[in-house]
């Protein structure tokens, strides 16, 4: 019995091992992103002219026009899915609430805040809301299809207006471009 003990324990300390290399490389993120962000932003000045220093004299003024067109169209992209975060968040957090689901204005703020990441805040939201829907309306199947459907309208409208003409139009990339970079970058990079 030692030799099928000691494959086990071999099994289970590497799942161990590596589900606490996850929580550590978490927890990591979360302290040190706060610190290398407060000396990003004490030291930004420093760090730009450092930057230029290192470009070549003749490339600076192309260097610089690229520089402030790339923070322009950043920025724009930011402010449009800050705008697709809200609108979105405020749809399924009022379709919720509009069903009577106990937490649905909950749910609802955090996948639209989640809607960040394509697909992902519609899927853990969706499976939160309809697995309360579940446990809150059950055997009423009506109330929990509603539910489900608030998430797929809400997904449409996300996908095929809010985020063309929100992100799209502020970036001033065509609705077209933007939805074929989106498909594109989803089937690649999920």
Known sequence: NWKGASGIATQVLGVVTQSGFTVLGWFANVVLIPFITFFF????????????ALVP???????????????????????????????????????????????GVLIGVIAGLLTFIPYIGALLGGIAAVGVALVQFW????????????????????????????????????????????????????
């Open 41 to 52: 932003l004490r030291d930004w000045d420093k760090l730009v002219i450092r930057i230029a």
């Open 139 to 190: 055997p009423e199947y009506t109330s929990i299809a509603i539910v489900l459907a608030i998430f797929i309208v809400g997904q449409f409208l996300e996908g095929n207006f809010l985020s063309p003409k929100l992100v799209g139009g502020r970036i001033g990339l065509h609705p077209v471009w933007l939805m074929f970079a989106l498909f594109a970058f989803g089937y690649l990079f999920g």
């Open 57 to 103: 004299r003749n490339r600076i003024e192309t260097f610089a026009h690229l520089a402030k067109e790339s923070d322009a169209v950043l920025g724009s992209f930011l402010r449009g899915q800050f705008m697709v975060m809200l609108a979105m968040g405020v749809f399924y957090a009022v379709g919720l609430w509009g069903v009577g689901l106990e937490v």
